[in-house]
């Protein structure tokens, strides 16, 4: 097994550095496709730099060579040259006493790179306004630092999950961007109605420049 660093392009990287984590050859065990599905597992495993498995990792390689894995790249954002997790986003949102739910994504942005979109979950009785929106982001900020500041608070009900309750960042993602044309197998959420609403919600949602 051959890993190696690469950067956002699918450039190597070399020395001691953080990247995205591929496989650049095959090795012994490697699973060679998907029952019934080939096209999916390329998409997923190869298509995001050529000739290399990309399983969505990033990692950091230290001096004497050894890999040390970092976490998924999608759960990192780049805002203004910053990494932020979202975890730590989403711990700061769900501290607030008001809010009962929040998952993060990142969206592309002209000046920053990414911003930060956040759907939230209020407690029940609890119902948005303009003064909770503020609070909120006032909330993280003092939490966090003002990089961490959610640019977009997607307000909503319900956040689609997989039975075992497991959140689909994948379509939360999708949708926050605008990208809608393909939002994959949904036959797995508890309520794929969710999806719908979601979309719905993001119509009225002004997005930052």
Do not use: C
Request: glycine content about 10%; cysteine-free.
């Amino acid at each position: 097994m051959q890993p190696a660093l690469v950067d956002n392009e699918g450039n190597p990287l070399e020395g001691a550095t953080e990247g995205n984590l591929v496989i650049t050859d095959s090795w012994p065990g490697q699973a060679r496709t998907l029952f019934g599905d080939h096209d999916r597992f390329e998409q997923t495993y190869f298509s995001t730099f050529k000739n290399m498995y990309f399983s969505g990792d990033g990692a950091r390689r230290d001096e004497d060579g050894y890999y040390w894995i970092t976490g998924r790249v999608d759960d990192v954002l780049n805002v203004s040259g910053h990494r932020l997790g979202t975890a730590e986003i989403e711990s700061a949102l769900v501290s607030h006493p008001k809010i009962a739910e929040a998952a993060v994504v990142g969206i592309p942005h002209n000046i920053k790179g990414q911003a930060i979109y956040a759907y939230v979950t209020l407690n029940h009785g609890e119902e948005p306004s303009p003064e909770l929106y503020a609070e909120v982001r006032n909330w993280v900020r003092k939490e966090i630092g003002p990089l961490a500041t959610p640019d977009v608070l997607h307000w909503t009900d319900s956040l689609p999950k997989t039975r075992s309750g497991k959140i689909m960042r994948r379509i939360l993602r999708k949708i926050a961007a605008g990208d809608t044309s393909n939002l994959g197998d949904t036959s797995t959420l508890a309520d794929p109605g969710v999806v719908e609403k979601l979309l719905e919600e993001k119509q009225a949602i002004a997005m930052p420049s």
